[in-house]
């Protein structure tokens, strides 16, 4: 009996002793992550300890030759689009549109720079998803609102109490749900500002895409070309440049676009049918469009990522520059949409 007694104060001790050696083993491993958690979040929020500009210039971008045109050209698109442009001499015109699968691409002066308006929002959501990936940014870090980037027009939060903060994934979703121009300006600030913006975009091959004033940019200084907006979008799709997390949060927030009038509203009516409700009409013939406008009178933009009902994929950009407010631009991008949609059918398709 007096052995056993020994034996089992002796178990309780050691079983005690190994029980205090792992809790202690895991309270310096929660210390350890929580420092480490800590300080990266930290480090992150400190704008001081974050060169912006070392991210743009020093860092090498990843490739993004994957998009590329295989010189299958849908010309009689391309011909049609030219007819459609030819009816209004005052106008000036820039489209593509590019299939995603097989490569067939359709252009009409797809590289002339052009007023970009609101379109210049997708780039720079472009720009704000590559920073979150390589660390550069949260997206539940907060922006301080501040005088100078308040902008004008479209958007709510210009109404807000100045040093009021948004999360960024508030501002980037805004930017592009109703075209916050204000938002737009806090990342446009956020991003390192429109100088080292423009040499990334440079960097990335968007050679007709530059931002040289704050938003609403009235005066069309800052431009994109319909080839380099539907590059932005096709960049951001492939899962390549972007996570993948980047990429599915890219598509969520570009499907909350509430103007649906320009690509939506123009293919809807290419498959015969006309409504005022372009998106939900889309969605029951098995269409998506992720798109963003812009409109800034005498210019009107939208491009816009196009998922069709055999879940194959194109991006499209129209752009058309024309008299102020001269519902003939409007139209136009309408009518190029339209034109495209025969090229948008599923092969054997009926019901389209």
């Known amino acids: 009996m007096l052995n056993i007694l020994i034996m089992g104060i002796g178990l309780g001790v050691l079983f005690g002793s190994i029980l205090k050696t792992i809790a202690l083993n895991n309270r310096n491993d929660h210390i350890r992550n929580s420092n480490w958690t800590s300080k990266d979040r930290s480090r992150v929020r400190n704008k001081k300890s974050l060169s912006q500009k070392n991210f743009f210039k020093d860092e090498n971008s990843r490739s993004i030759n994957n998009f590329q045109d295989k010189q299958a050209e849908i010309i009689s698109l391309s011909t049609t689009w030219g007819k459609l442009l030819n009816k209004h001499q005052d106008l000036e015109a820039s489209g593509f549109l590019f299939l995603l699968d097989d490569g067939r691409y359709a252009e009409l002066n797809s590289k002339r720079p052009l007023p970009a308006a609101s379109s210049i929002k997708v780039p720079l959501l472009l720009l704000t998803l590559e920073m979150i990936d390589k660390g550069k940014l949260l997206w539940d870090e907060e922006l301080q609102l501040t005088k100078e980037i ?203």
Not at 247 to 252: G, K, M, P, Q, W
Not at 258 to 278: A, D, F, H, Y
Not at 288 to 300: E, L, Q, S
Not at 323 to 344: G, T, V, Y
């Open 150 to 352: 308040i902008g004008g027009g479209a958007g709510w939060m210009a109404y807000q109490p100045i040093g009021k903060f948004f999360p960024i994934h508030e501002i980037a979703t805004e930017m592009i749900r109703v075209s916050d121009n204000t938002a737009t300006n806090l990342l446009i600030k956020r991003l390192g500002g429109k100088e080292i913006i423009n040499e990334r975009l440079k960097l990335l091959g968007f050679n007709e895409t530059a931002i040289n004033n704050l938003l609403p940019d009235l005066q069309g200084t800052n431009t994109t070309s319909a080839r380099d907006l539907a590059k932005a979008i096709a960049i951001a799709d492939a899962g390549l440049f972007l996570s993948q997390r980047s990429r599915d949060l890219f598509r969520e927030v570009m499907s909350t676009s509430t103007t649906n009038s320009l690509l939506p509203g123009g293919l809807l009516r290419g498959l015969g049918v006309s409504s005022q409700e372009p998106d939900y009409h889309l969605l029951i013939k098995g269409y998506r469009v992720y798109n963003k406008t812009g409109d800034i009178g005498i210019a009107y933009v939208d491009t816009g990522l196009i998922q069709m009902p055999n879940m194959q994929r194109a991006v499209a950009g129209f752009i058309v520059k024309g008299p102020f407010n001269d519902p003939r631009s409007a139209e136009l991008i309408r009518e190029m949409a339209a034109a495209s949609a025969p090229f948008l059918k599923p092969k054997g398709s009926k019901n389209q």
